[in-house]
């Protein structure tokens, strides 16, 4: 699950703290690193449990009515959205159910926004067309929960501020995490039962080792990189840059030079991205060309062996 567009965030943030703390000590940092991708995780395993505590309170509400409706004569709820069947094969899911296992901190604690969310969800059209339709399907029952996350669990400011309170490391994870609960729901399949697999933690051990190898490039060669900045820049001022500027360039420099494997069309594109969020408005425009001219730099001088595109990075 934990991609390179997440380690590179990752990075670009404890980089930057690191040079903020007094006490630089990389081993301590790179477990910070790893603590912080493995929360992002566990953010993933959360949200896919607030799922399961949105159906249990919907069963709640239906086991009540139901309960009046037997009193009073009248016809009884349907089940149709609590016996979802989509939602029952994620509730017996064995791996998520053994990530729930050891949660101290779990849905349970934050009804409140589970139930607006319940509330939200049974007064959407989304809601009303599913029990209304004729259709009756795993596929049917999977779409809708597909939809109901992607409208109301996607760019939910409530939920947001509530996950921020439960962990700081979730402040910038939530928009990536999203995608990949979608990407889960989508692949599930019924055949599998209780046995499908989740996202692995890292597809493999190469994201693993791309991150800590990147990590220490970055710190361990820093002087050297920003020499490269300062050879690179006679055609730019230098005393523009903010000192985040000079942190996303020096690891976009120890990817270029670290991955031989990564082009450097990429590796610009992603880095020019993350100035957008991380720095200044001007800063993108400013880091794009920059590193354009480091990398050609880089291959004039034999410090990489890559191609350049004649139009260099990407337009900021």
């Given at each position: 699950?934990?991609?390179?567009?997440?380690?590179?965030?990752?990075?670009?943030?404890?980089?930057?703290?690191?040079?903020?703390?007094?006490?630089?000590?990389?081993?301590?940092?790179?477990?910070?690193?790893?603590?912080?991708?493995?929360?992002?995780?566990?953010?993933?395993?959360?949200?896919?449990?607030?799922?399961l505590s949105i159906t249990k309170e919907a069963r709640h509400r239906i086991e009540i009515e139901a309960a009046r409706a037997l009193r009073e004569g009248r016809e009884m709820p349907s089940e149709k959205f609590v016996n979802n069947r989509f939602a029952l094969q994620l509730e017996s899911n064995r791996q998520l159910c053994e990530f729930m296992e050891n949660q101290k901190y779990t849905w349970e604690d934050e009804m409140d926004?589970?139930?607006?969310?319940?509330?939200?969800?049974?007064?959407?059209?989304?809601?009303?067309?599913?029990?209304?339709?004729?259709?009756?399907?795993?596929?049917?029952?999977?779409?809708?929960?597909?939809?109901?996350?992607?409208?109301?669990?996607?760019?939910?400011?409530?939920?947001?501020?509530?996950?921020?309170?439960?962990?700081?490391?979730?402040?910038?994870?939530?928009?990536?995490?999203?995608?990949?609960?979608?990407?889960?729901?989508?692949?599930?399949?019924?055949?599998?039962?209780?046995?499908?697999?989740?996202?692995?933690?890292?597809?493999?051990?190469?994201?693993?080792?791309?991150?800590?190898?990147?990590?220490?490039?970055?710190?361990?060669?820093?002087?050297?990189?920003?020499?490269?900045?300062?050879?690179?820049?006679?055609?730019?001022?230098?005393?523009?840059?903010?000192?985040?500027?000079?942190?996303?360039?020096?690891?976009?420099?120890?990817?270029?030079?670290?991955?031989?494997?990564?082009?450097?069309?990429?590796?610009?594109?992603?880095?020019?991205?993350?100035?957008?969020?991380?720095?200044?408005?001007?800063?993108?425009?400013?880091?794009?060309?920059?590193?354009?001219?480091?990398?050609?730099?880089?291959?004039?001088?034999?410090?990489?062996?890559?191609?350049?595109?004649?139009?260099?990075?990407?337009?900021?």
């Amino acid at each position: 699950m934990i991609n390179r567009e997440l380690i590179r965030i990752k990075i670009v943030q404890l980089t930057y703290a690191y040079y903020q703390n007094g006490n630089r000590n990389i081993d301590n940092a790179e477990k910070e690193l790893f603590f912080s991708l493995s929360k992002a995780y566990d953010l993933y395993n959360s949200l896919l449990a607030l799922i399961l505590s949105i159906t249990k309170e919907a069963r709640h509400r239906i086991e009540i009515e139901a309960a009046r409706a037997l009193r009073e004569g009248r016809e009884m709820p349907s089940e149709k959205f609590v016996n979802n069947r989509f939602a029952l094969q994620l509730e017996s899911n064995r791996q998520l159910c053994e990530f729930m296992e050891n949660q101290k901190y779990t849905w349970e604690d934050e009804m409140d926004i589970v139930r607006r969310l319940c509330d939200n969800i049974e007064q959407s059209t989304i809601y009303a067309e599913y029990m209304q339709e004729g259709e009756d399907s795993y596929e049917a029952d999977r779409e809708l929960w597909r939809k109901l996350y992607k409208t109301f669990i996607t760019d939910n400011d409530d939920l947001d501020a509530i996950l921020e309170e439960r962990s700081l490391y979730w402040n910038d994870d939530k928009d990536i995490v999203d995608t990949f609960v979608l990407k889960t729901i989508k692949r599930f399949d019924e055949k599998n039962k209780s046995k499908q697999e989740l996202l692995p933690e890292y597809k493999d051990v190469e994201d693993k080792d791309f991150a800590r190898k990147l990590f220490r490039a970055t710190i361990l060669n820093a002087d050297q990189y920003q020499r490269f900045m300062s050879e690179a820049s006679r055609n730019w001022d230098f005393g523009r840059l903010a000192y985040m500027d000079v942190v996303i360039m020096q690891i976009a420099i120890a990817e270029m030079i670290t991955f031989s494997n990564i082009p450097v069309s990429v590796t610009i594109n992603e880095y020019v991205d993350l100035a957008k969020v991380y720095s200044t408005p001007k800063s993108a425009s400013y880091i794009n060309g920059m590193l354009d001219s480091i990398a050609r730099h880089l291959v004039d001088t034999g410090k990489i062996f890559k191609t350049m595109n004649d139009n260099g990075g990407k337009k900021a």
